[in-house]
């Protein structure tokens, strides 16, 4: 059990929909413009460079959206391009909102099963996560700022005993920028921080760095794919 937590806390966090919702998954992830696919390439940082220059490639993710602007699924790859894993977003043939998202491992088996409940401006507040066999096994609490930004992020294991909480800043257009991870006791366990820079033509951007307790860590190189 504890593999997959820490599987699910190592990806990325899943922007979902249900019928509360009110904004599509492109504006929760503040992406600008008609976009149709993202592409982003994470490398290692130089250990012998001066400053932060990408190393070895350590993964690669495709993103797709629909044409209302919400997620689709998403794959990650590793360095050998094999496939890490895939999450599958499932949404309802009536009424649009989503059902559930369902991450496979790279062979194909499920993973994890996330359902999420949504506050009345559509940001999600709650999540349940389930492995296999459709046991709960975390828990999540959101809380946000007027603009829609997750600055508070707390989950809880299956007894419902916090265990990790997230304070979260943002900058002025809306990238996440710092995020501080506390344990149950209050101790400080990570402080990350993200660089960003070459912004497209719609405003979205290009190229990201990661910091770990300020030393970086990896680079993120984004491509992103616009319907015509």
């Given at each position: ?17 249900v019928a509360a919702q009110k904004k599509n998954d ?166 990350t921080t993200w660089e960003y820079s070459n912004y ?13 307790n300020d030393e970086p860590r990896t680079i993120t ?8």
């Amino acid at each position: 059990m504890r593999g997959v937590i820490t599987i699910l806390l190592s990806s990325v966090v899943l922007p979902l929909t249900v019928a509360a919702q009110k904004k599509n998954d492109l504006q929760r992830n503040k992406l600008k413009g008609a976009v149709k696919e993202v592409i982003e390439a994470e490398y290692d940082v130089r250990t012998d460079a001066k400053s932060a220059e990408k190393g070895k490639l350590k993964s690669r993710t495709v993103y797709h959206y629909n044409d209302a602007g919400n997620r689709i699924d998403f794959v990650s790859y590793g360095e050998d391009s094999a496939v890490l894993s895939r999450s599958v977003y499932n949404y309802n043939d009536t009424t649009g909102a989503l059902d559930d998202v369902k991450r496979y491992r790279g062979d194909g088996g499920l993973n994890v099963t996330t359902t999420y409940k949504f506050d009345a401006a559509g940001n999600e507040s709650e999540e349940a996560n389930t492995d296999p066999s459709g046991t709960l096994f975390m828990t999540g609490k959101s809380m946000y700022d007027l603009n829609g930004n997750r600055i508070r992020y707390d989950r809880f294991n299956q007894y419902g005993h916090l265990f990790l909480r997230s304070n979260i800043r943002y900058d002025k257009k809306g990238n996440e920028i710092q995020e501080k991870q506390y344990d149950s006791h209050e101790s400080l366990q990570y402080l990350t921080t993200w660089e960003y820079s070459n912004y497209d033509k719609q405003g979205n951007w290009q190229h990201k760095v990661m910091l770990k307790n300020d030393e970086p860590r990896t680079i993120t190189e984004r491509k992103i794919i616009y319907r015509k």
